[in-house]
């Protein structure tokens, strides 16, 4: 059974760091685009960073380009978000996902995607 558990989540000041993690089971990360994606309250699901299928190509949204980075251990069948310079607006509820493509480029489409976690809460606030 295929399931991504996401951790990490918290309160943070703004300007820290938080860092999530995507521990996924019952499938291999090498076969699926993954990708972490996020909703703030009273706001449509959007796509913050993704992983093409094999890994080698990576798309972040305007908003968080050069402050968040998305990594991976394949060996723990993990994915990571590292999330710098963290903003009022960065605030909402943080959601993993996969979709069994096999895709060269790194997408983000919401539609795309079949499988998701249950989500880690990330606030920023002062």
């Known amino acids: 059974q295929l399931q991504l558990v996401e951790s990490g989540g918290g309160l943070v000041q703004p300007g820290g760091s938080l860092r999530l993690s995507c521990a996924a089971s019952?499938?291999?990360?090498?076969?699926?685009?993954i990708g972490w994606f996020r909703q703030a309250p009273g706001k449509e699901r959007e796509g913050v960073s993704c992983?093409?299928?094999?890994?080698?190509?990576?798309t972040y949204a305007d908003s968080v380009k050069g402050r968040f980075t998305i990594s991976r251990d394949n060996a723990k069948s993990t994915v990571y978000l590292q999330m710098n310079s963290l903003k009022p607006e960065d605030t909402a509820v943080y959601y993993c996902?996969?979709?069994?493509?096999?895709?060269?480029?790194?997408?983000?489409?919401?539609?795309?995607?079949?499988?998701w976690g249950q989500g880690t809460q990330v606030t920023v606030s002062s």
């Open positions: 992983f093409s299928t094999s890994g080698s190509r990576t």
């Open positions: 019952g499938f291999t990360l090498d076969y699926y685009a």
């Open positions: 996902a996969a979709a069994a493509v096999r895709t060269s480029q790194a997408i983000c489409a919401i539609s795309l995607y079949d499988y």
